[in-house]
């Protein structure tokens, strides 16, 4: 009776805590997402995203800085003083006040407020890159899981096919059907399915880190994602997308902008060989004396012209000049490259669409039927297996490729499709 009694009390206090705890891990593993829900992830919790966009307010910053005028400076003198007027000392207290204002020149004013709205532009253009990056990445990671997913997929179902054939090779050797080496020949290719199938796992792992880190760590180590691959269009035209990337592109904006705020800089250097004026007005009482005095004081630039601050100027001009050619030369590369990989993937896509798949998929069914009825042998079946399988992963793996080139194309052209 006490061990009927305590029954009730363990399956409560053991097995389930133990069936909630498998629950909450299932929940975890089969949380799936969509590329909208990763992508919105990514752009609100980035930290390199949120990185970059710090470069705004130091832009803003640099902005009112450039907009600034020059302090005016007050400067004040008191004290007794005493002069001697037939052999008497006379006592009295002097006072001064005297208030100057530099005066800038307009044309190095302005050419500094351009360089400051020319380097703000810019920085906005960085993280409107920083921005197009990121969202390519995660959808490359995206294409990526999915066709790891896939893969462990398609794995999962060859070595459930192979293990229901083991067994029933193991019954026929069992029953003097078939000779040893049949069951041997079975037990070694479910070990490497099963040695694949472990390669397909750690690949996930590996994907779901990369999507994870993307994300702001907010996914953690147990989900999937859901989806489809993108759909091939009919043509891509490089020219096209070469235009496009050098017009809107916003890394080619940011090196824009980055050669505009040189030759502004250049202007403003230039123009500081014109010296500020000092503008000053004083006051000063004295003993018998009250002056109202106005001074104006203007240096000269003798010695020194500002040749290093010129050379530097014009220097980084010819540094975002040479970015500029660089950038434009890449962007026509990668932008070939991802399209002729492209083109090459939608050819792979067709052809298996066209009839590889059916022809695999009914010698695969061939090969079972004729397996069972003894026309065919073990190491045959395995053979059409493996080809079936290697069909459909190849046929993912083209759609796979055609999703990644595309979203390289997003990253390349500075166009979200």
């Given at each position: ?40 992830m990514?752009?609100?919790?980035n ?19 450039a ?63 920083s ?21 462990e ?34 037990n ?23 999507l ?8 953690g ?29 916003p ?15 250049v ?5 500081s ?20 005095l ?48 492209a ?30 009825q ?44």
């Amino acid at each position: 009776m006490t061990h009927l009694s305590l029954r009730p009390w363990l399956f409560s206090g053991v097995l389930l805590p133990v069936l909630l705890s498998c629950t909450v891990v299932l929940a975890q593993e089969t949380r799936s997402y969509r590329l909208d829900e990763m992508t919105d992830m990514a752009l609100k919790h980035n930290p390199a995203l949120q990185e970059a966009a710090t470069l705004i307010d130091q832009g803003r910053g640099a902005q009112a800085t450039a907009a600034a005028y020059p302090n005016p400076s007050i400067t004040g003198t008191f004290g007794p003083g005493r002069t001697r007027e037939g052999l008497r000392d006379s006592n009295f207290f002097e006072r001064g006040v005297a208030v100057s204002q530099p005066v800038e020149w307009p044309g190095m004013r302005q050419a500094r407020q351009r360089a400051a709205e020319a380097a703000l532009a810019g920085s906005q253009a960085a993280v409107d890159a920083s921005r197009l990056n990121l969202l390519a990445e995660v959808k490359i990671a995206f294409y990526q899981l999915l066709l790891a997913q896939r893969n462990e997929e398609l794995i999962m179902e060859a070595l459930a096919s192979v293990q229901e054939f083991q067994r029933g090779v193991k019954a026929r050797v069992d029953a003097g059907q078939a000779r040893p080496f049949e069951a041997l020949k079975a037990n070694v290719e479910v070990q490497k399915v099963s040695n694949d199938l472990n390669h397909a796992r750690h690949v996930l792992v590996v994907g779901r880190s990369r999507l994870n880190a993307l994300t702001g760590g907010l996914l953690g180590k147990n989900f999937n994602v859901q989806g489809n691959f993108v759909s091939p269009p009919l043509e891509l035209n490089p020219d096209g997308l070469v235009a496009s990337a050098s017009t809107q592109h916003p890394t080619v904006r940011r090196v824009r902008k980055e050669i505009e705020r040189a030759e502004h800089s250049v202007v403003q250097e230039r123009q500081s060989l014109i010296p500020f004026v000092t503008i000053s007005g004083i006051f000063q009482q004295e003993a018998a004396e009250t002056a109202y005095l106005a001074r104006l004081s203007v240096p000269i630039p003798l010695w020194y012209r500002r040749q290093g601050e010129i050379t530097g100027a014009l220097s980084a001009k010819q540094r975002a000049e040479a970015e500029h050619a660089k950038l434009q030369n890449e962007l026509v590369a990668a932008i070939t490259e991802s399209v002729e990989e492209a083109h090459a993937a939608q050819d792979r896509i067709g052809v298996f669409e066209k009839g590889l798949l059916k022809q695999a998929e009914e010698t695969l069914r061939i090969a079972r039927i004729s397996f069972q009825q003894g026309a065919a042998s073990l190491l045959e079946f395995i053979d059409a297996q493996r080809v079936h399988r290697q069909m459909l992963l190849e046929y993912t793996q083209a759609q796979a490729s055609f999703s990644v080139e595309m979203a390289r194309l997003e990253r390349w052209t500075g166009e979200l499709r």
